[in-house]
């Protein structure tokens, strides 16, 4: 199978997302590291082992035993039934390869909007927790969803299908179909003209949608 060349967040966040566990755990993320569509590394735990501010880590609840101190903003917690778990950012198991896929990518998303509130987008600045884009004095209200494309079209440097974008967006929504999604970028495009004037702020071809 390829690696696929969706989103990599370690490059946009200047962080590096790593997997930390015992062996049998960094075996199984090392098997499934051709499928998920982010990319990421691995470090086996150990009790001298620290956390720090350059990278995300992903490990299982009962493994945060061995370390001496978390941080909770540069943590995702895979919590087990039964384990109780609070004050970081949690994603329960078990569940399938897709909805884990899903979540880690939300949690990194929303992790994103925690450490970098403002980013630039060509010669725009995205503001993501107030959910505006703005060039100088001008600005405009964006939604959640139209946050989240320009967001994701922005974080990749090769086109998007359509497919690979409402997997993205929606979370593997068995609901929403490409028209929905072509909807979704043709108010954003409007609102983009209407406001800026600027006719090629999402482009298209035949791999996708760019920003």
Avoid at 48 to 62: M, P, R, T, V
Avoid at 103 to 120: A, R, T, V
Avoid at 170 to 176: A, G, I, K, P
């Amino acid at each position: 199978m390829s690696k696929k060349n969706i989103i990599f967040f370690n490059v946009n966040m200047h962080k590096n997302l790593i997997f930390i566990g015992d062996e049998n755990f960094i075996k199984t993320f090392k098997e499934l590291k051709y499928f998920f569509n982010f990319n990421y590394n691995f470090q086996e735990i150990s009790q001298s082992f620290k956390i720090d501010d350059l990278n995300i880590y992903i490990l299982l609840a009962e493994d945060t035993k061995k370390i001496k101190s978390l941080n909770y903003q540069n943590c995702i917690i895979l919590v087990k039934p039964n384990y109780k778990f609070s004050d970081f950012d949690t994603i329960n198991l078990p569940c399938s390869i897709y909805e884990l896929q899903s979540k880690i990518e939300e949690k990194l998303i929303s992790k994103k909007y925690k450490l970098n509130s403002k980013i630039q987008v060509k010669n725009y600045f995205l503001d993501m927790n107030a959910r505006t884009l703005f060039k100088k004095d001008i600005s405009i209200q964006l939604t959640e969803k139209e946050t989240k494309l320009i967001e994701i079209l922005n974080m990749n440097s090769q086109p998007l299908k359509k497919d690979e974008l409402i997997k993205l967006i929606w979370n593997y929504s068995s609901t929403v179909d490409t028209h929905t999604l072509e909807t979704h970028i043709y108010r954003l495009r409007k609102k983009i003209s209407d406001k800026f004037h600027d006719q090629n702020f999402i482009l298209i071809n035949e791999n996708g949608y760019y920003i």
